[in-house]
């Protein structure tokens, strides 16, 4: 879901996470969000702006993200765009089963 952020009009994505769902996504998220690894060059996912607990719904979290794209809008406009995407998405593949130090 999307939604504008009050305090300064940035169009975010809201997304729910329920911990009895996906108990590690919270804190990945948490992690990855964090220094020293949202200033690494090969972190390229999706910065975090805000965790936020669901009142009233135990183990129901909110995270708010900026509002991207879909991967293929615009369209690749060359062969080395398309090779660069699948680089970065290897890239953080590894990054997660081999933590960036």
């Known amino acids: ?14 997304k729910k996470v329920v911990d ?7 804190e990945v998220n948490r992690l990855l969000s964090s220094e020293p690894h949202i200033s690494h060059p090969r972190n390229h996912c999706v910065p975090i702006h805000e965790f936020m607990d669901v009142p009233d719904e135990e183990h129901t979290h909110i995270i708010v993200m900026p509002l991207l794209h879909p991967f293929d809008e615009p369209s690749f406009g060359t062969v080395g765009e398309a090779i660069e995407f699948f680089h970065q998405i290897f890239e953080v593949c590894s990054s997660v089963r081999h933590p960036v130090q």
């Open 20 to 26: 009895t769902t996906h108990p590690y996504e919270l």
């Open 1 to 14: 879901m999307d939604a504008t952020r009050i305090r300064d009009g940035k169009i975010v994505m809201l």
